[in-house]
Nanobody
Framework: QVQLVESGGGLVQAGGSLRLSCAAS????????MGWFRQAPGKEREFVTAISWNSGITDYTDSVKGRFTISRDNAKNTVYLQMNRLKPEDTAVYYCAASRRSYSISFGAAYDYWGQGTQVTVSS
């Protein structure tokens, strides 16, 4: 079983930056695709970004392209989400997820393991 622990969330003003991290344990990290999802109050869980096991493929939802960057450090069993030029609309609980698949990683159904989330609040 894979355990995922997110950190780095907090309160930031619009236009600011945060970097989230997700530390994985329990399974070979380098074999997993990794993704970030978010859920705002009253809304469905939303795909944000994903990265393949070898960092060869990345994908972003349109609303964060050019502002967010996903990366991974397999030696540290960690995936990161750098968030720049944050907007109030980015306010949500952000979840890290891991998939044993290398395809369909922009869909939540592809993910086998989920973290408990970290709150990101962007004030206007």
């Amino acid at each position: 079983q894979v355990q995922l622990v997110e950190s780095g969330g907090g309160l930031v003003q619009a236009g600011g930056s945060l970097r989230l991290s997700c530390a994985a344990s329990g399974r070979t990290f380098s074999s997993l695709s990794m993704g970030w999802f978010r859920q705002a109050p009253g809304k469905e869980r939303e795909f944000v970004t994903a990265i393949s096991w070898n960092s060869g493929i990345t994908d972003y939802t349109d609303s964060v392209k050019g502002r967010f960057t996903i990366s991974r450090d397999n030696a540290k069993n960690t995936v990161y989400l750098q968030m720049n030029r944050l907007k109030p609309e980015d306010t949500a609980v952000y979840y890290c997820a891991a998939s044993r698949r290398s395809y369909s990683i922009s869909f939540g159904a592809a993910y086998d393991y989920w973290g408990q989330g970290t709150q990101v609040t962007v004030s206007s």
